[in-house]
């Protein structure tokens, strides 16, 4: 690794370990319950904007990050593949009322903040601007991500479970924001969708849920596999020019 991605390298890791410590350290400290719920996404945003002094490269990091990458085609490919998860919920599970504060703190600002930190900086950051391998970076964020969902288990196995199911999940965010070339908002809306759904019909009160959750669930995932595929193979046909095109 170049001496310039390897000072990228540590800019990103050390300003993203800093907001995750700021966040543990931080959160005990207030009893406050609205301003200890906005701790981590405070935390994280700074984190970001930290590392956009330092890298001196705003452009190539909000490139990176994917927030300015196709916002429409994202929602649109999020919403189709989150129909599994939609019918399934409406056939299997009952249909809840939560509040607004409700779908907004277990729904909206968690979908968005999280990918904007865990995949769109420091996933799309350790690609596009430090070089790394796809493999690598996204194995660090899914693994740091299910940490961080850990507390949700009330047992041992419970909480292990958790953190299992949040890491593939992490994992398989990093894949789909990866193939669609780092546009954040298929997995924003994404992430947004499934927890809202989660939430709506009162699956469970952790990410684990039961065999028919989470067989809608795989079918959500499988759905978004085979259709990135798809529209990865469709862009490169459609992108090949009459000089480019095989001659038949």
């Known amino acids: 690794m170049e001496q310039g991605k390897a000072v990228s390298s540590i800019i990103i890791l050390s300003v993203f370990s800093a907001a995750i410590f700021a966040t543990r350290f931080l959160q005990p400290q207030i009893t406050a319950p609205y301003v200890k719920y906005a701790v981590p996404y405070l935390c994280w945003s700074l984190a970001i904007l930290l590392a956009g002094i330092l890298l001196r490269r705003k452009g190539p990091l909000l490139k990176a990050v994917g927030i300015t990458h196709q916002p429409l085609i994202g929602v649109a490919a999020a919403l189709l593949f989150s129909l599994p998860m939609l019918i399934g919920f409406s056939v299997f599970f009952e249909f809840a009322t939560p509040s607004v504060t409700t779908l907004l703190t277990k729904s909206l600002i968690p979908g968005f903040f999280e990918e904007l930190f865990f995949?769109?900086?420091?996933?799309?950051?350790?690609?596009?601007?430090?070089?790394?391998?796809?493999?690598?970076?996204?194995?660090?964020?899914?693994?740091?991500?299910?940490?961080?969902?850990?507390?949700?288990g009330a047992t041992l196995v419970q909480a292990a479970t958790a953190a299992l199911f949040t890491a593939i999940g992490g994992l398989w965010f990093a894949w789909l924001f990866y193939r669609w070339s780092h546009n954040l908002w298929i997995v924003i809306t994404l992430h947004t969708l499934m927890n809202g759904y989660w939430v709506l019909w009162q699956v469970d009160s952790t990410a684990i849920g039961g065999q028919a959750a989470n067989l809608c669930r795989m079918a959500t995932i499988v759905l978004s596999i085979a259709g990135t595929e798809w529209w990865v193979r469709r862009s490169r046909k459609r992108s090949l020019t009459p000089a480019d095109s095989p001659e038949t």
Do not use: C
Request: charged share 5%; glycine share 18%.
């Open 119 to 152: 995949r769109g900086f420091l996933v799309g950051s350790l690609i596009a601007i430090a070089g790394w391998r796809f493999l690598p970076a996204a194995l660090i964020g899914a693994v740091i991500f299910g940490m961080g969902h850990w507390f949700q």
